[in-house]
């Protein structure tokens, strides 16, 4: 969806002034250094794109077994018996009767991809996967759109499609994930994130993979984070891929995290800046239960976008003491920064931020703790001994808390009805991670999934922050500039995303639902004048969500949007349900009209 701002409009916030904390001390600790050749070249506009057959077979491989990874002690929900004290609107408005900066209004939207264009894309020889995940980047005239597992090209300015739909490991030179009906078995691809960086003119995709077996598709622990850099503007010609290994157990170059076996680099997430481009991820045991860190992965910007033979990683662990946020608390999804309008942070030989969350390390899922990172002297990443260092800092904040589940309007729900079920699961709504971070108007602005109490109600809501950061030789230090909670009485707001402009006006955009709404998305808009505005509809849902995580286990739903600023632009991605109502006769016999599988 793509949001223009116009005329000045009055908007109702949250918003609260908080003092500056004192200066941070200094942390650092000195990277690990990989070396990581180019993999392949891969031309986009050569693919074809072949989709599978209309009608599938319900009881064909989906998740061959034994597949399970070792699970992680994160707080998924709040426990029973937690305080969830949080109500949006407490504390004084930092801009009392002043006006929002703009009205942003949608220009037009169109349907992307959604799972039935993942699953039949390369012959139909796709995994079924929960959530969609979701990427997004624009620059050029073109919109470049990715799920899980899939990917295309898009005009920016109508939405039409100007490459056919090609799975992830089409895209990235691989085998087919699962060529059906028996095998083989290629990488298991997911979990994407994309940016167009104007300075560079160039594209950079990242992506997960996991290796599988070829015989069994059972996994080998093997994983690697996948690094798409476009050889020129042009989205829908070559681009060149490097795998940088996430293993981290000694093997391929990498350090030993000490995971008793591989490591897995899960929700990597994509930031550049003037000298670099960063990839953040979270680092748990491959087989073994726990976790170990959020990993921050910097690269030259220059040698990516030369196409260089060879990268040089530098590798920070925040399960190093001295990168620790206490006693015990690695950091967790730093998120990185996407800076607006090449508006970098030059400070300290070029910085990039990052932001995290503690809520889902506390004993009750409660927070009152942001976290900032700068990582400092990025342009020597462009040198022959990269010199980067990394710091933090914990600001004083708003509480937030884990959010609970969401409910959704009831509705036909043919898989449901096939497994036993007479009514919608309810919808994850995260845990409190931050889901987004932007560096604009010389401002650090981040939104997360929250618990709010609205008249009494435990619902899912979104906090938002803005920052004023600021980096010297002692380390980072940050202000907040104001802060809110974003909920409404009747509904569930989830998985945030958001973009600002380089004047400072933002938009978030978000899933919408509850009891009288199926899943649906939403934005509002932010500045750091007024704060956050009246919730607005871009799409309303259809019907429930019927997948197949929704009943029973932990229902699967958004894991992230996506949103992109060109010029004065901003283009949004959250998912909503888009198919009418269905029965599970239609399921099984018709695919529900040609719009499930």
């Known amino acids: 969806m793509k949001l223009s701002h116009g005329a000045m409009l009055c908007a109702v916030a949250f918003a609260s002034a908080i003092a500056s904390p004192a200066f941070a001390a200094p942390k650092s600790a000195q990277p690990a250094l990989m070396s990581v050749a180019k993999s392949t070249t891969v031309n986009v506009g050569s693919l074809t794109g072949n989709v599978g057959p209309s009608q599938n077979n319900l009881n064909a491989l989906e998740y061959p077994g034994p597949k399970r990874l070792g699970s992680n002690p994160l707080r998924r929900s709040p426990a029973t018996g937690d305080a969830v004290p949080l109500a949006p609107g407490q504390g004084s408005p930092t801009s009392s009767g002043k006006r929002a900066k703009s009205n942003p209004e949608i220009i037009h939207s169109f349907e992307g991809l959604n799972h039935r264009s993942s699953r039949l894309a390369d012959n139909g020889n796709q995994f079924s996967g929960?959530?969609?995940?979701?990427?997004?980047?624009?620059?050029?005239?073109?919109?470049?759109?990715?799920?899980?597992?899939?990917?295309?090209?898009?005009?920016?300015?109508?939405?039409?499609?100007?490459?056919?739909?090609?799975?992830?490991?089409?895209?990235?030179?691989?085998?087919?994930?699962?060529?059906?009906?028996?095998?083989?078995?290629?990488?298991?691809t997911f979990d994407i994130s994309c940016h167009y960086d104007g300075d560079s003119n160039r594209w950079y995709h990242v992506a997960l993979d996991l290796d599988q077996d070829p015989v069994t598709g059972n996994f080998t622990g093997l994983n690697f984070l996948d690094l798409a850099v476009s050889q020129t503007g042009d989205p829908t010609g070559a681009w060149n891929v490097y795998r940088i290994p996430g293993m981290n157990d000694g093997t391929f170059g990498t350090p030993d995290h000490g995971c008793s076996g591989p490591c897995f680099a899960d929700f990597p997430h994509i930031g550049v800046d003037k000298n670099g481009v960063y990839i953040s991820t979270n680092e748990f045991p491959f087989f073994a239960n726990g976790f170990i860190g959020a990993q921050v992965y910097a690269i030259s910007k220059d040698a990516l976008a030369s196409g260089a033979a060879s990268i040089n990683v530098s590798l920070f662990n925040t399960a190093d003491a001295d990168l620790q946020v206490g006693p015990n608390q690695p950091g967790f999804t730093l998120w990185p920064a996407l800076s607006t309008a090449n508006q970098f942070a030059g400070e300290q030989g070029g910085t990039n931020y990052f932001v995290s969350s503690n809520a889902v390390f506390t004993n009750d899922g409660v927070s009152d703790e942001m976290i900032v990172w700068a990582l400092s002297n990025t342009k020597s990443l462009n040198t022959a001994n990269p010199a980067t260092r990394l710091t933090h800092t914990v600001v004083a904040s708003q509480n937030y808390a884990v959010p609970p589940a969401a409910t959704q309007k009831a509705g036909d729900i043919p898989f449901g009805n096939l497994n036993g079920f007479v009514t919608p699961?309810?919808?994850?709504?995260?845990?409190?991670?931050?889901?987004?971070?932007?560096?604009?108007?010389?401002?650090?602005?981040?939104?997360?999934?929250?618990?709010?109490?609205?008249?009494?109600?435990?619902?899912?809501?979104?906090?938002?922050?803005?920052?004023?950061?600021?980096?010297?030789?002692?380390?980072?230090?940050?202000?907040?500039?104001?802060?809110?909670?974003?909920?409404?009485?009747?509904?569930?707001?989830?998985?945030?995303?958001?973009a600002v402009t380089s004047s400072g006006r933002g938009v978030i955009g978000f899933t919408r639902v509850g009891p009288n709404l199926f899943p649906s998305v939403g934005y509002a808009s932010i500045d750091a004048v007024a704060g956050v505005g009246e919730v607005h509809m871009i799409k309303e849902g259809n019907s429930p969500q019927d997948g197949f995580t929704e009943y029973g286990g932990r229902p699967r739903w958004g894991d992230y949007g996506a949103a992109a600023v060109d010029g004065g632009d901003i283009y949004v991605a959250n998912q909503y349900i888009e198919q009418g109502p269905c029965t599970a006769a239609e399921l099984t016999n018709t695919d529900c009209n040609g719009t499930r599988v």
């Open 130 to 188: 929960e959530p969609a995940d979701q990427g997004l980047c624009v620059g050029n005239g073109y919109i470049v759109e990715s799920v899980n597992s899939a990917i295309r090209v898009y005009d920016a300015a109508t939405g039409a499609p100007v490459t056919p739909t090609l799975s992830l490991n089409e895209f990235y030179g691989f085998a087919s994930t699962f060529v059906r009906p028996n095998g083989p078995f290629g990488p298991f």
């Open 425 to 498: 699961g309810v919808l994850d709504t995260s845990d409190s991670r931050v889901l987004d971070a932007r560096y604009g108007n010389g401002k650090l602005w981040a939104v997360l999934g929250t618990a709010a109490d609205v008249g009494g109600v435990d619902r899912s809501g979104i906090g938002w922050f803005i920052f004023n950061p600021k980096v010297n030789a002692s380390g980072v230090s940050a202000e907040l500039n104001s802060q809110g909670i974003l909920a409404l009485t009747d509904e569930y707001l989830s998985y945030p995303t958001m």
